[in-house]
Nanobody
Framework: QVQVVESGGGEVQPGGSLRLSCTAS????????MGWFRQAPGKQRHVVAT???????IYSDSVAGRFTISRDNAKNTVTLQMNDLKSEDTAVYYC?????WGQGTQVTVSS
């Protein structure tokens, strides 16, 4: 089974930047599609960005051009660099690897 651990997050002012990291371990973690999702209070969880093992990336329209997803296959890590953050980016961010979820990390964008 895959174990997923996230780090990063926090509070930042609008226009600021944050970086999220995620490490996957266990059987099935290598070569899997890795992704970031987010869930705002009272809303459903939505995909933010995904990346395949050969570095093909897909972004949601709401973050394209502001967020960058990357991965290190040797270390089984995926990161999400978030720039020009907006209040609507406030949510709990979850990393997903091969159907397994991390515990989530809070991102708050507020002035």
């Amino acid at each position: 089974q895959v174990q997923v651990v996230e780090s990063g997050g926090g509070e930042v002012q609008p226009g600021g930047s944050l970086r999220l990291s995620c490490t996957a371990s266990g059987s099935g973690s290598s070569g899997a599609v890795m992704g970031w999702f987010r869930q705002a209070p009272g809303k459903q969880r939505h995909v933010v960005a995904t990346i395949t093992s050969d570095k093909k990336r897909i972004y949601s329209d709401s973050v394209a051009g502001r967020f960058t997803i990357s991965r290190d296959n040797a270390k089984n890590t995926v990161t999400l660099q978030m720039n020009d953050l907006k209040s609507e980016d406030t949510a709990v961010y979850y990393c997903s690897v091969n159907g397994q979820w991390g515990q989530g990390t809070q991102v708050t964008v507020s002035s």
